[in-house]
């Protein structure tokens, strides 16, 4: 009896154990799922640059330039964020304008390692004026040293005659839709591409298609001090051009010109400190001189520089802003929910 007393207690109290075991297994804690980004959120900053330099062309006639921003985001989910922004970079356009003006909207879709952004950008250059190419004589003005011929006004060299001068649209505002993918191979190695349509670049009547390639390393936070981080990264594009319309005709094409295709890279390095960056940039394009004028309508183009007699550039006119060049840049960039952390 006695042995069959304890048999039953001993059984109870395994059992009990056991049973205890259990629960404190299910019981155990689990870590909480990191919160989910703010639903709402606003990315702004600016910059200082020693040239504001586009697609390998110099927007600042190689003159620095100051840039802003402000981006408004809302995250309908974790993986899919909308946004709208505007910014504005100070210029030097041929046509005088003011600035540029950006107005620009999309959407951010991001699965695993992937990310895509597909959206539309408006440029808007405020204030510009027609370049009617005519010359003083034709035009009704008089010589100066302006390096223009805006209005038929002033021309680096005293000729008479339309051939001797570019031409622009006071009006260049023009817009253009994107897709930007990207990919995170690592903690240390993006890569991404970027594809840029317009049907009238610049308010030229051609149609401009920008496609690229980039890649970015970053370096360990291993390897830095606390705070710091720093990056080497590239861009390799090509753009396509269509023809203009008739306001850039000249004898042998009356019709419009077919602007220049051509190729351009970046290559640089870049150093950040909390939500400033300090970039270090070399641009080039395989633009030739009298191409570069062709596209650009520089107002300083001159006719030094082995220039080309051609049926899209009569004059012979030749520019440096699509040459070599290395720009550096300070930026600062953060978040209206970075800055109340």
Not at 35 to 44: E, L, Q, R, T, V
Not at 141 to 158: D, I, M, Q
Not at 266 to 281: A, E
């Amino acid at each position: 009896m006695k042995r069959s007393i304890l048999a039953a207690a001993a059984a109870i109290l395994l059992s009990a154990t056991a049973a205890g075991a259990a629960d404190l297994v299910r019981k155990a804690p689990v870590a909480a799922p990191p919160p989910p980004p703010p639903a709402f959120d606003i990315a702004f900053g600016a910059g200082i640059m020693t040239d504001y330099n586009f697609r390998g062309i110099t927007q600042s006639a190689h003159n620095p330039s100051v840039s802003m921003y402000i981006e408004p985001r809302y995250n309908i989910n974790p993986n899919f964020q909308l946004y709208v922004g505007i910014g504005g970079e100070s210029i030097s356009f041929p046509n005088h304008a003011a600035a540029e003006i950006d107005f620009y909207g999309g959407g951010r879709a991001t699965f695993g390692a992937f990310t895509l952004d597909l959206g539309v950008w408006y440029y808007y250059y405020p204030g510009g004026t027609t370049f009617n190419g005519l010359g003083p004589f034709f035009g009704g003005g008089t010589f100066s040293t302006s390096t223009s011929c805006t209005n038929g006004v002033g021309v680096t060299t005293p000729v008479f005659g339309g051939p001797f001068c570019n031409v622009l649209k006071g009006n260049v505002s023009f817009w253009e839709v994107y897709a930007k993918p990207s990919f995170v191979v690592n903690d240390m190695v993006t890569v991404g591409a970027n594809l840029f349509y317009s049907p009238s670049w610049l308010n030229s009547g051609a149609s401009g298609t920008y496609g690229s390639v980039t890649a970015k390393l970053t370096a360990p936070g291993t390897m830095l001090p606390k705070g710091w981080g720093a990056y080497a990264s590239g861009e390799l594009g090509y753009y396509w051009f269509g023809t203009t319309d008739s306001f850039y005709c000249t004898v042998a094409c009356p019709a419009g010109i077919k602007y220049p295709n051509y190729a351009t890279w970046n290559l640089g390095i870049g150093v950040t400190y909390g939500p400033f960056t300090l970039d270090g940039r070399y641009y080039s394009t395989n633009l030739s001189t009298d191409n570069c004028n062709v596209l650009t309508g520089d107002q300083g183009a001159s006719f030094t520089g082995g220039g080309a007699i051609t049926p899209n550039n009569p004059s012979g006119l030749t520019s440096n802003w699509c040459g070599n060049v290395f720009i550096g840049k300070l930026s600062v960039d953060t978040t209206l929910n970075a800055l109340k952390q």
